[in-house]
């Protein structure tokens, strides 16, 4: 099933074309990948930006654009059981991951006086536990080349006023960053971006001018920025970087 010399990856929570992992999706891509990925289309229709109809099928036609071969699988994962249904659409599908890169996310702002039972397992059921049971699944099923493995996964630092998140996030890139042991083994590098403020239809006015003026680069971040780290990692000049939380946000918080 595996095309000979083109690897596949797994990107999860490509719902958006304005998101973080649609641009991962394309780059991949374009960078001799095929690409799977998924989205979950109840998680837009109750957030701020909507759904966007149709937006999944449009990021396969671009993929498939690039001389790539892809799949989109729907995922709910909340639900302990969806990576294991994941991994074996795409193994029937595609073949084997090479990499896995998690970009999904629940992310509704409450802080600490707020924030409700249920909100804060939601966070960490699909932040942190599909996280966990992900990778898991990648590292029973890893088939590739030894030193050929790529997890990359995408936290944020985050936490006042949007505690469930960011705590959620911070367990999250902890498991990612034990993967860097635990699957050793395997010759699979596990390194977590921080991204920073990234522009994807979330932020207020205020939010970006705010965000601006806090960067040293004077600018907002664009998905296109981490896209091109993730490409990075997950190629083999990319290999030596392991087991690393990477801020890569424009020097956001830097005093020098």
Not at 31 to 55: H, I, L, N
Not at 116 to 121: K, Q, Y
Not at 222 to 233: E, G, H, R, S, Y
Request: with cysteine; hydrophobic share 40%; glycine share 12%.
């Amino acid at each position: 099933m595996e095309k000979a010399g083109r690897p596949l990856a797994l990107v999860t929570g490509a719902g958006r074309s304005a998101g973080i992992a649609a641009s991962v999706v394309l780059n991949l891509a374009q960078a001799g990948w095929d690409v799977a990925f998924t989205y979950w289309t109840p998680y837009d229709a109750r957030m701020q930006w909507g759904m966007e109809p149709g937006a999944p099928g449009e990021l396969q036609r671009k993929v498939a654009s690039l001389g790539a071969r892809t799949v989109a699988v729907e995922a709910d994962l909340s639900d302990s059981d969806a990576p294991a249904r994941l991994f074996d659409s795409v193994e029937r599908e595609l073949g084997n991951v090479n990499a896995l890169v998690l970009c999904h996310c629940e992310s509704v702002d409450s802080g600490l006086l707020d924030t409700t039972v249920e909100s804060f397992d939601l966070h960490f059921a699909v932040n942190a536990r599909a996280t966990w049971l992900l990778i898991r699944e990648y590292g029973l099923r890893f088939r590739g080349q030894y030193g050929s493995g790529r997890i990359v996964s995408l936290t944020s630092d985050h936490t006042a006023g949007n505690l469930p998140y960011g705590a959620s996030k911070g367990a999250m890139d902890r498991i990612t960053l034990a993967s860097a042991r635990e699957l050793a083994h395997l010759g699979v590098t596990c390194n977590a971006i921080n991204p920073g403020p990234t522009d994807t239809g979330w932020m207020t006015e205020e939010q970006k001018a705010d965000m601006t003026r806090s960067t040293p680069l004077g600018r907002l971040g664009v998905p296109q920025d981490c896209a091109n780290l993730v490409t990075f990692l997950c190629s083999a000049e990319g290999g030596w970087i392991n087991g690393q939380l990477l801020q890569s946000n424009g020097g956001l918080g830097s005093n020098a």
